[in-house]
């Protein structure tokens, strides 16, 4: 279901005085970049190898041929976008550039790509590469876009950068926004600056929404061509395993009480022990798994675990295995959720009990797992409205209410199995966002050299 706006031709383009000041401004703020890339690059939120990309300054040649450019900003989204890089090369032999903004989705990137963008390619098939999205400048974003030059860039969920926007506009490259979305507290503080949202939607020509509200929240805020194709991750296959190593921790963990608190963030974690030492209580050997957002808050949950709350810990990046005498464990690794997931039959999905929206179900629920989540969903308002509906989740409003209903799971299995197979009934009628979304790209993509 579409919710169309009038086309408005690039020359008539809506402006913004608060746009053409923002780009003014990043227009001579070059000179501060390398000191803003040293910073990240000290917090581990940099590659110090590749930082020549963030200014727009490729580290691979350019693929002969069509190529579609698709940007991603993290790990969700690259996760998203992996069905859709698959199609675009099999289907319609375009080469495939794929941009993203952090360490652990480039990570991501080269496990299913390859090192060097190729190494996993089909003979048959036209390479798919990473690179570091550009900084927002506008000499950096001019740079990128003269070494790629692509038929169609493609930005995924609310990925607007307002340089990047209007310059690949300005060459007149095709621009959609696929999985879209415009969470009701978005739209609100868009709402205080429709000229400039307005000056960035209008330049998409396609703009597929996750969901109807998305839609009708992008058509009002002046995007046009918007259609609900439906949620690019009910596709995606669910998370890989190393089966040897499943069987491995499943050993060490036989017999014993667990539960995992996902997608943690800071903060998030205090909670988490709280919810973990009332539980202890009556369940001394109990085992709590946590996988933080970042691996880098890893340590900080450890010291918390151990000086707080006097627990033995063992951390994944150290090679650890739990043992009995293994209170929490961390799973503070990249790309390993398809092993967490498989660990034990209840999940807290976190960034939920703060005000950040939410951490993505899907993946959990692919797997049948009984799913919790805090009051804060807004990111996945339509995904947990889903789970709700099925009986596959429930919400907790703080660390005793998620205690308490992880002690009840605990005691009632069948509950369990009948909540996990609710979860992954309700995601498995929600798919088919991948063939309405290339449907949707057909006008605007580039021809390549498949059907």
């Known amino acids: ?135 927002d400048g506008p000499r950096f974003v001019r740079r990128f876009l003269a070494h790629w030059r692509p038929g169609l860039a493609v930005f995924v969920e609310s990925e607007l950068w307002p340089n990047i926007i209007v310059e690949t506009a300005k060459t007149g490259t095709p621009l959609a926004l696929v999985n879209a979305r415009m969470s009701d507290r978005s739209f609100r503080r868009w709402q205080r600056q429709p000229a400039m949202i307005r000056a960035l939607l209008a330049r998409f020509d396609v703009c597929l929404a996750q969901s109807q509200a998305d839609a009708e929240r992008l058509a009002a805020l002046g995007a046009k061509h918007v259609s609900d194709t439906g949620n690019l991750k009910y596709d995606a296959p669910p998370p890989a395993v190393d089966e040897a190593e499943l069987e491995r921790l499943a050993r060490a963990l036989a017999g014993r009480p667990c539960w995992i608190a996902a997608s943690v963030h800071p903060i998030e974690d205090a909670a988490i022990l709280k919810a973990d030492a009332i539980l202890r209580k009556d369940r001394p050997d109990l085992l709590t798994i946590i996988a933080p957002r970042h691996p880098s808050v890893g340590p900080a949950i450890e010291t918390a675990a151990v000086g707080t709350h006097r627990l033995a810990v063992a951390m994944r990046s150290r090679g650890e295995t739990p043992d009995a005498e293994t209170a929490v464990y961390i799973v503070d690794t990249i790309g390993e959720m398809g092993l967490v997931y498989r660990l034990a039959p209840i999940v807290f999905m976190g960034g939920s009990l703060i005000p950040h929206g939410g951490q993505n179900p899907i993946e959990p629920a692919k797997l049948e797992t009984a799913i919790l989540h805090g009051p804060n969903v807004d990111n996945f308002a339509a995904v947990y409205a889903a789970l709700h509906a099925a009986g596959g ?18 005691d009632e299995p069948a509950e369990v199995e009948r909540m996990s197979v609710a979860a992954g009934e309700a995601v498995a009628t929600l798919g088919g966002a991948l063939d309405r979304s290339l449907a949707a790209l057909a006008p605007v993509l580039p021809p390549g050299t498949g059907r």
């Open 393 to 410: 989740a429930e919400g907790v409003g703080d660390a005793g209410l998620l205690a308490e209903r992880v002690n009840a799971l605990l």
């Open 1 to 135: 279901m579409a919710a169309e706006r009038a086309d408005v031709p690039r020359s008539v383009l809506p402006r913004s005085a608060l746009l053409g000041l923002y780009r003014a401004i990043t227009a001579v703020s070059h000179p501060v970049a390398a000191a803003i890339l040293a910073h990240r690059t000290r917090r581990g939120k940099e590659d110090p190898d590749r930082l020549g990309e963030r200014k727009g300054i490729a580290s691979r040649p350019r693929p002969d041929g069509p190529l579609v450019w698709i940007h991603a900003a993290s790990v969700g989204e690259t996760v998203s976008v992996l069905p859709l890089i698959d199609r675009l090369r099999a289907d319609n032999g375009l080469a495939v550039l794929l941009t993203t903004g952090t360490v652990t989705s480039a990570q991501i990137a080269e496990a299913r790509f390859g090192k060097d963008g190729e190494g996993l390619t089909p003979a048959n098939q036209q390479p798919a590469i990473h690179q570091y999205v550009p900084l």
